[in-house]
């Protein structure tokens, strides 16, 4: 299997260690740093032909609406390849608690700004990510190996 390099870039201003992975927690082993996020998994179905306007929709206004929640730490869009209307967004919270209880994906203006471009909402999960780093790597400030 082939090894995937994974760069996060949320956008924000702020400095990188102060954005996507906030809240991480940094587990030293002998070669490898585990940071951890707390991430809200929001699954969505385009409508036919609205598939390049909803992700256009998730990447600049619903970005720009979860920035002002507290305790957003940054987002990741993934478009399904073999489902090509599949949309799913993670979303980095601050703790454990905003992830599990942040139901941002039924805020009223997200319903009114998502409902023209999806059929539905397939399904929410909340998971503890950890994303395991070369400490080498992490402390050169260079991709993860995900893959």
């Known amino acids: 299997m082939a090894h995937i390099g994974l760069v996060i870039d949320d956008s924000s201003e ?12 940094l587990a030293h082993g002998r070669d490898t740093v585990r940071m951890t996020s707390h991430i809200r998994s929001v699954g969505f179905i385009s409508k036919p032909g609205q ?35 599949s949309l799913w967004v993670l979303t980095c919270w601050e703790t454990d608690d905003q992830a599990a209880n942040n139901c941002w994906e039924e805020f009223p203006a997200i319903r009114k700004l998502l409902s023209p471009l ?12 950890t994303l395991p780093q070369l400490a080498e790597s992490y402390s050169q400030g260079k991709a993860a190996t995900v893959c």
């Open 118 to 129: 999806i059929d539905v909402c397939t399904k929410v999960q909340t998971f503890q990510a």
């Open 14 to 25: 702020t400095h990188p260690s102060d954005s996507l992975w906030e809240s991480k927690s």
């Open 51 to 85: 598939i390049q306007e909803l992700k256009t929709c998730l990447q600049g206004p619903l970005i720009d609406a979860l920035r002002q929640t507290r305790g957003f730490a940054g987002a990741m869009i993934l478009h399904g390849q073999k489902e090509s209307r």
